[in-house]
């Protein structure tokens, strides 16, 4: 007899019953909305409202993508989520000359305060929520956000969105830091303070195991890597001198959707296992609502193929089902077209499209947690529980994530998995439609998204005549103070606040911070 494996290398048996599973309901399950909140963490989940439909966007100028997030606005979407180019994320201002030829090509290149007014005009900030993958510079946009609002006389209080502000999954998997482990951490932590007091509906954190799952991690090493970050954040706020109810519920997660259907779902249901009980038996939470593991989801782009791109649209609503089944609170789909190229307009919507016929016609919404009780669903998100908690009681033997981190064996576990999965593919073992099976002779040519070079020169213009019009006394005072606590112990965020409505630019804010604290190379 074949024998068969999920992803995360977990035996799949012929058939399921009752001897494959020793679930109690009340203590593994429970009903949705109670502990440990497997089956969803609000007791009628979509029946109630849908998930958020946040479609990624970001290219080019401010004002270009604004008019991408109109459009989205305008077909249905119900939150925005913006993508910054790889400069912004770096910390370089886009006339900076290792910036050159980046400029706006994999995301928005936002550099100062007018650009994010131009990212964001016409957009009601007290109405639509925005979520803003940016993790090495987070506070410096998250900042941005919050003084283009009181410009625009709208209270601080009133926003809300998410930060992804992840960086230690930056070190493992995706490589967009700045600073070294420690001092970014620190940042963090002074994040999670300002937004309890200035930004109070703003997501400090989106602790991402998309990225770890894109480097080719499997889905347990997805969900026991992201958890031990979480481990990690809460264990420095607490270091830090916050109290775990002050900071955990505004704590958010960000997940990667798969192909193997009901290995994903079953991540999900354990994923908010696993963080309700370890937020209540380490942590000893007392807020219910420091238990609760709210999640953004993505369509794994790893997954989508150059060959037969419109197959893509086939897997991107498997993915996509999978997390309306496994109780996502936000997703995003992808363009069919985004492994060549950024997404066009056609693609985008019809991404959008996928989510709306998911949450309007397939009857997924109509009762909550539909899966549960499926021996099979059962079964996997038991054994994805156990191999997660393995993997965490390694990282902590380690010293934990952060230690993990620094001695590579995050990185090396996420290169095995990945390297092993190739290898699967190249053999043929892993059937990947399009590429080595069912392979097509002739090619066809879609349309791929264009970038304009001459929007590396438009953004260049606008930062030099900002620096000429500014008040540079005043900036350099700003920035002087800046690096002042950043030496100290003060709050990095209140300075770096004066410094950008000054007009400072996310550049010369990310060159006093690496001025003190110096960047990271990699081991």
């Known amino acids: 007899m074949t024998t068969r494996q999920t992803d995360s290398e977990i035996p799949i048996e012929p058939f399921y019953s009752p001897a494959n599973t020793s679930v109690n309901y009340a203590s593994d399950l429970g009903d949705p909305g109670t502990f440990p909140f497997t089956r969803g963490i609000y007791p009628e989940m979509y029946r109630q409202r849908n998930w958020t439909m946040r479609q990624y966007a970001g290219f080019g100028t401010a004002e270009a993508t604004n008019e991408r997030f109109r459009f989205l606005l305008a077909n249905g979407q119900t939150g925005l989520s913006c993508a910054f180019d790889l400069p912004t994320q770096m910390g370089y201002d886009a006339d900076h000359p290792r910036a050159d030829g980046e400029v706006g090509r994999v995301g928005v290149a936002i550099s100062s305060i007018e650009d994010m007014h131009r990212l964001l005009q016409g957009i009601p900030l007290d109405k639509v929520t925005t979520s803003m993958t940016i993790n090495a510079t987070a506070s410096t946009l998250l900042l941005l956000y919050q003084l283009v609002a009181e410009e625009n006389n709208v209270d601080p209080s009133a926003i809300g969105g998410t930060i992804q502000n992840d960086i230690l999954k930056e070190y493992a998997a995706r490589g967009t830091y700045i600073y070294p482990p420690r001092p970014s951490m620190r940042i963090i932590t002074d994040i999670f303070a300002y937004c309890q007091r200035e930004l109070p509906h703003f997501n400090t954190i989106s602790i991402s195991g998309y990225h770890i799952r894109e480097a080719g991690s499997t889905a347990a090493q997805e969900l026991a890597f992201t958890i031990a970050n979480g481990i990690a954040y809460v264990e420095a706020a607490l270091a830090a001198g916050l109290a775990v109810d002050d900071f955990a519920p505004r704590l958010s997660f960000f997940w990667n959707a798969h192909n193997n259907l009901f290995e994903e779902v079953a991540k999900f249901r354990a994923a908010r296992r696993l963080w309700a009980h370890i937020m209540q ?14 999640f953004h989801t993505q369509t794994g782009g790893s997954t989508l193929t150059a060959q037969q791109p419109e197959v893509n649209l086939v897997r991107v609503s498997v993915q996509a089902l999978a997390a309306a089944l496994g109780g996502t609170q936000s997703l995003h789909t992808n363009g069919y077209d985004e492994a060549l190229g950024l997404p066009t307009e056609k693609a985008a919507k019809l991404a959008l499209r996928t989510q709306q016929v998911i949450a309007y016609e397939t009857g997924v919404t109509d009762t909550v947690d539909p899966l549960a009780g499926s021996y099979y669903v059962e079964s996997l998100t038991s054994s994805l529980e156990a191999k997660a908690r393995e993997y965490l009681e390694e990282i902590d033997g380690r010293g934990g994530a ?16 990945a390297y092993a999965y190739t290898k699967a593919v190249d053999a043929g073992e892993k059937v990947i439609v399009g590429v080595n099976r069912f392979v097509d002779k002739q090619e066809s040519s879609p349309e791929v998204f264009p970038i304009d070079p001459a929007l590396q020169r438009q953004q260049i213009q606008e930062i030099r005549e900002l620096r000429r019009r500014r008040d540079q006394g005043t900036v350099d005072r700003a920035l002087t103070e800046l690096k002042v606590a950043a030496r100290g112990t003060d709050n990095v965020c209140y300075p770096m606040k004066r410094a950008l409505a000054a007009r400072a630019t996310l550049g010369e804010v990310a060159d006093t911070l690496r001025d003190v604290f110096g960047t990271f190379s990699p081991i």
Request: proline share 3%.
């Open 281 to 294: 038996e380490r942590f000893h939470a007392q807020d219910p609502r420091s238990l609760l593991m709210r």
């Open 402 to 417: 952060v230690a993990a981190i620094e001695n590579g064996y995050i990185q090396q576990e996420i290169e095995r998995a």
